[in-house]
Nanobody, 121 residues
Framework: HVQLVESGGGSVQAGGSLRLSCTGS????????MAWFRQAPGKGREGVVS???????TYADSVKGRFTVSQDNGKNTLDLQMNSLGSEDTALYYC????????????????RGQGTQVTVS
């Protein structure tokens, strides 16, 4: 089993950048399909980016060209570099891991973190 802890959230002005990290413990993140989700106030949870078991990322249209996901195998982290942030990116960001395929639904990921808040003003 893997435990996931997100970090790096905070408040930033529109147009700014943040880098989120999801740190795994108990297992290696490369053993899983990984994803970042987010939930804005009053809205449902949506997928931001997913990585399949070959390391191929798939981004939501809303973040393409602005967000970049990467894995640091030495640190056992899944990082999300977020640039050109706008108010629409304000949300609680979650990291998730699946022993199976990539899922569109957050609830189908067996392992999930507690989230880190991103606020863009």
């Amino acid at each position: 089993h893997v435990q996931l802890v997100e970090s790096g959230g905070g408040s930033v002005q529109a147009g700014g950048s943040l880098r989120l990290s999801c740190t795994g413990s108990g297992d290696t993140l490369t053993n899983y399909c990984m994803a970042w989700f987010r939930q804005a106030p009053g809205k449902g949870r949506e997928g931001v980016v997913s990585i399949d078991n070959e390391g191929n990322p798939t981004y939501a249209d809303s973040v393409k060209g602005r967000f970049t996901v990467s894995q640091d195998n030495g640190k056992n982290t899944l990082d999300l570099q977020m640039n050109s942030l706008g108010s629409e990116d304000t949300a609680l960001y979650y990291c998730a891991a699946s022993v199976g395929p990539v899922w569109a639904e957050y609830t189908r990921y067996q392992y999930r973190g507690q989230g880190t808040q991103v606020t863009v003003s």
